[in-house]
């Protein structure tokens, strides 16, 4: 792989969006010092901060840097001030589907893996989670979050949720090819027993399976997905889904890896690619240095796959585990000695620039790391 030259649009967002995705960039700059590629990063509001600037979530300058770009770092948006008005008109969250819609963003990636090092920190067994490593594909631009919604004259409300068999198709084949490349197994969840486009999704999916002769699929529907989860995690693979269900089952299985710190996600689409990760804007602890920023490194990771550097991610993942084993952690994973966001970030930045390699000696890696942190 030579040397790439891309332009990345930084959402950073709300609350902790900003903290997070400084570290996330320090170290995408520290992959692009060591491997020689250049990175450029164009700043842009989107969420709460984009509607106290501009009175709207996603501002046209915002979705043309993004149009523009070769991939989006997101960090989170949010804020109480709209999270306990349900009567607000405008909301940071229509920017995020907007910009879904707008990008064409249909499947969301989300990989779940239970960290050796951090089971004692899931409230789950040990033994049912250990080993546990899943990726869920959610349908994103689809379902009873973009259907026609509102109200009738008698009050009572409604929401619709519609599929188009490509809709479908186009994400269950991503799902497969997932799967070939992983233990070659799918999980499809659905609701076929009550819901129309649950049916849907069943009929498309058995239709693509042949050509994917060395996946085996499975087929559950989703409240018994829900505590199969809890149940035996390590059941899972590849879990396919409808946009609402993978909302809500991706959440639940943040538990296994006992933070929702460490979860990274990608949502790719016809225009471009968006790394963020699963957190929320966390706004009580904006400004103290106490967000855990792997999840955004870990998701610059997968914008570093998205971009085909390969050992550029997997280095950047590497650092990742170095900075778990030597539990160098904030607070959350870390109470009785713990670490800032900003050290976190310096720490995996500097593993990701020098390397242990070689002869190097890894414990004066770590105190010359510590000049950093």
């Known amino acids: ?145 973009f259907g026609e919604k509102g109200r009738n004259a008698d009050g009572s409300a409604y929401d619709h949720c519609t599929y188009s068999r490509e809709e479908i198709s186009r994400i269950a084949h991503l799902a497969f090819q997932s799967a070939e490349g992983r233990r070659h197994k799918l999980t499809l969840v659905d609701k076929a027993n009550v819901l129309e486009t649950s049916r849907l999704w069943r009929e498309v999916v058995k239709e693509i399976a042949p050509a994917y002769p060395s996946v085996v699929v499975e087929y559950l529907f989703v409240d018994n997905a829900a505590m199969q989860l809890i149940l035996n995690p390590r059941q899972f693979d590849v879990i396919l889904t409808e946009n609402m269900f993978g909302d809500i089952l991706s959440d639940e299985a943040s538990v296994i890896a006992g933070s929702l710190g460490l979860l990274p996600s990608a949502s790719v689409g016809v225009h471009t690619a968006l790394f963020e990760p699963i957190h929320g804007s966390y706004p009580q602890a904006a400004g103290k240095g106490i967000a855990n920023p792997i999840a955004t490194i870990l998701s610059a990771a997968m914008l570093l796959e998205h971009f085909a550097l390969k050992q550029e991610a997997e280095l950047v993942r590497e650092a990742v585990q170095h900075a778990l084993d030597n539990k160098i952690l904030t607070p959350e994973l870390n109470s009785k000695a713990p670490y800032t966001t900003e050290q976190v970030g310096s720490f995996i930045a500097c593993y990701v620039k020098e390397g242990a390699g070689p002869g190097r000696d890894t414990h004066n890696l770590e105190l010359g790391c510590s000049t950093i942190i």
Do not use: W
């Open 1 to 145: 792989m030579g040397v790439l030259k891309k332009q990345i649009a930084v959402l950073a967002g709300d609350g902790i969006g900003p903290e997070v995705c400084r570290e996330a960039i320090k170290v995408l700059e520290a992959i692009g010092e060591r491997f020689g590629h250049a990175f450029t990063f164009n700043h842009q509001l989107m969420g709460a901060c984009a509607i106290e600037a501009s009175g709207t979530p996603l501002p046209e300058h915002t979705l043309e840097a993004c149009l523009e770009a070769d991939a989006i770092l997101m960090g989170a948006i949010g804020d109480p001030k709209y999270d306990n008005d349900p009567t607000a008109k405008v909301r940071p969250e229509q920017g995020l589907l907007r910009l879904r819609k707008s990008l064409g963003l249909f499947a969301n990636i989300r990989p779940v893996t239970a960290y050796q090092v951090l089971l004692q920190h899931s409230p789950l067994k040990n033994d049912r989670i250990e080993g546990a490593d899943m990726l869920f594909f959610r349908e994103l631009t689809g379902g009873i979050y």
